[in-house]
């Protein structure tokens, strides 16, 4: 038998218990969720279309006004200086009222230690005070923990649910992984 949290709620407060704590799976409003994600190389996004496939939630794709250099290593110099110097990048995506979303499932590259600087930008701009979110994140070779931290600075008073981290070679093969872990999350059954 499932009981909605409304249901539960009501119940709760009938009995006058309250302010109930319940578990994270069932105090998250996994209908009131959108996907927001920067992907230069499409390895993200593959990831963005796994999770909006599985649950339904709109994707909003995060574009820069200047695009990065075409080859590689010329984008790495770029992307290096930037998060170094903290620097902002322009975007050219109009961001819609985020207000009537709970969850935000948060997708970026790593690079050089933090966050791209796309989702960096964003973040400055728009606060998620209230949401939870759910990052996922892709590297070529380094472990997430950089960019969470980032995400944490950038967003202090968003919940923090469990992320998602993959290489980004093994992003397009990943939707089993992907799967699981909203299942793991309590976001899909």
Do not use: Q
């Not at 302010?19 to 996907?35: E, N, Q, V």
């Not at 649950?55 to 170094?84: C, F, H, N, Q």
């Not at 050219?92 to 009222?97: L, V, Y």
């Amino acid at each position: 038998m499932t009981i909605s949290r409304r249901v539960l709620l009501k119940g709760a407060a009938a009995l006058g218990l309250g302010a109930l704590a319940l578990p994270g799976a069932m105090a998250t409003d996994f209908s009131k969720a959108i996907i927001i994600y920067y992907s230069r190389s499409g390895n993200t996004e593959s990831i963005a279309r796994v999770i909006a496939e599985a649950t339904g939630a709109k994707m909003l794709r995060i574009d820069v006004k200047e695009p990065y250099a075409e080859a590689y290593s010329d984008m790495t110099d770029i992307a290096r200086d930037e998060v170094r110097r903290k620097a902002r990048r322009e975007l050219k995506t109009e961001i819609p009222d985020l207000s009537g979303y709970e969850v935000v499932y948060l997708g970026s590259p790593y690079w050089w230690g933090s966050l791209s600087v796309p989702m960096s930008t964003f973040l400055m701009d728009h606060n998620l005070a209230g949401k939870t979110v759910y990052p996922f994140i892709t590297s070529g070779s380094s472990s997430p923990s950089g960019a969470l931290s980032r995400i944490r600075e950038l967003c202090p008073a968003a919940t923090m649910g469990e992320h998602f981290y993959v290489p980004g070679s093994d992003a397009r093969d990943a939707g089993a992984d992907i799967r699981a872990w909203l299942r793991k999350i309590g976001a899909v059954k």
